[in-house]
């Protein structure tokens, strides 16, 4: 009886052992991952990178389930790539800006290269990662690139040429300084939320920003003028990054499903940037803004005048050992071949 005994509890335990591991083991099924990204909830590539991280979940049969932690209420927007690093953030979105000095070669995507729109700055930026895989990316996973653009100026008073920016005050990025005193304007710094207030105060003459920023940030109510100038147009560059050890704890056959739905979203993401410019375009139009289209022959004038932007660039990079002029080449070649 005794020995019977013995077996029964010993079975009844091995039964309690099996019931308490399983809910363990079901939780290791899933790997819970945090998108940090900059734009608020109701915006459109919050809702797009939403539909992102579902798409992800759905593809590894809900082996990576992914939860969006929108308006840098995760990570502030200049340390996501190292907090991404870190392993604060599990995948980063945010502007290559943002890290100065840390994507020397990468640089390259936010030189006024004379974008025409998202569409065309996002696939670049794919082919110039898949063509130099630069070794600045190496401790991070790149799911994918993309960008805003054109980047033209706004003016707070009607102006009817590049040429009648000399001398205004202009906001701009630290990337940008170069685009803004090569045309004779100062540049001023300033946060993009400080923006809007500077402009209808008087304290800046203008502004350099994407297309989109007119609806996005409502710039299209406080200035008059956008100058249409693809002599100095510029891509704001943004990637979409993952923590290294996350992305090799992840199956082979799931990551090859995620890498599909990057490459769709190459896709959606450039698309998107065109239909957001449009509707941004619109938008400013309804509150008076004027669209100047500047002639051809004025486009290849400030176009000489970035070329010293460029030289400033390839000795940068160069000077790091990396191939500045290579990388250069390539981007202007492909944007004459990818109008």
Not at 9 to 18: E, G, K, Q, V
Not at 94 to 123: D, F, H, I, M, W
Request: aromatic share 10%.
């Amino acid at each position: 009886m005794k020995r019977v005994l013995k077996i029964t509890a010993l079975l009844c335990m091995a039964a309690l052992l099996t019931v308490a591991l399983h809910p363990v083991k079901a939780e290791a099924k899933t790997m819970k991952l945090r998108l940090s990204l900059i734009w608020p909830a109701v915006h459109p590539y919050a809702k797009m990178l939403k539909a992102y991280g579902e798409d992800i979940e759905k593809a590894t049969n809900g082996r990576v389930k992914i939860t969006t932690f929108p308006a840098n209420t995760l990570s502030p927007p200049p340390q996501v790539y190292d907090n991404t690093v870190k392993g604060i953030v599990d995948i980063g979105t945010c502007l290559l800006a943002y890290s100065p000095g840390r994507l020397p070669l990468s640089e390259v995507l936010q030189q006024p290269l004379g974008y025409r729109n998202g569409y065309q700055a996002t696939k670049l930026a794919n082919a110039f990662y898949e063509k130099f895989k630069p070794k600045e990316f190496d401790d991070v996973q790149v799911m994918f690139l993309h960008g805003a653009a054109p980047g033209f100026f706004f003016t707070k008073d009607r102006i009817k040429s590049t040429a009648d920016l000399k001398g205004l005050r202009i906001k701009a990025n630290a990337e940008n300084v170069g685009i803004v005193t090569a045309l004779g304007a100062s540049p001023v710094t300033m946060t993009v939320g400080e923006t809007y207030d500077g402009l209808s105060r008087g304290l800046i003459d203008g502004c350099l920003f994407p297309i989109e920023a007119l609806q996005g940030f409502r710039i299209g109510e406080v200035v008059k003028t956008v100058l249409e100038d693809y002599g100095m147009s510029y891509m704001t560059s943004m990637y979409v990054i993952m923590n290294k050890d996350k992305w090799n704890s992840i199956s082979s056959a799931d990551q090859k499903a995620i890498e599909k739905i990057n490459k769709q979203y190459i896709e959606k993401f450039g698309k998107t940037w065109v239909t957001l410019d449009k509707k941004a375009e619109q938008f400013a139009k309804s509150k008076g803004v004027k669209f100047i289209k500047i002639p051809e022959r004025d486009i290849r004038d400030t176009a000489k005048k970035m070329q010293p932007i460029f030289d400033q660039y390839v000795k940068m990079a160069e000077s790091k050992g990396l191939p500045g002029k290579e990388a250069l080449k390539f981007c202007q070649d492909y944007l004459k071949r990818n109008k």
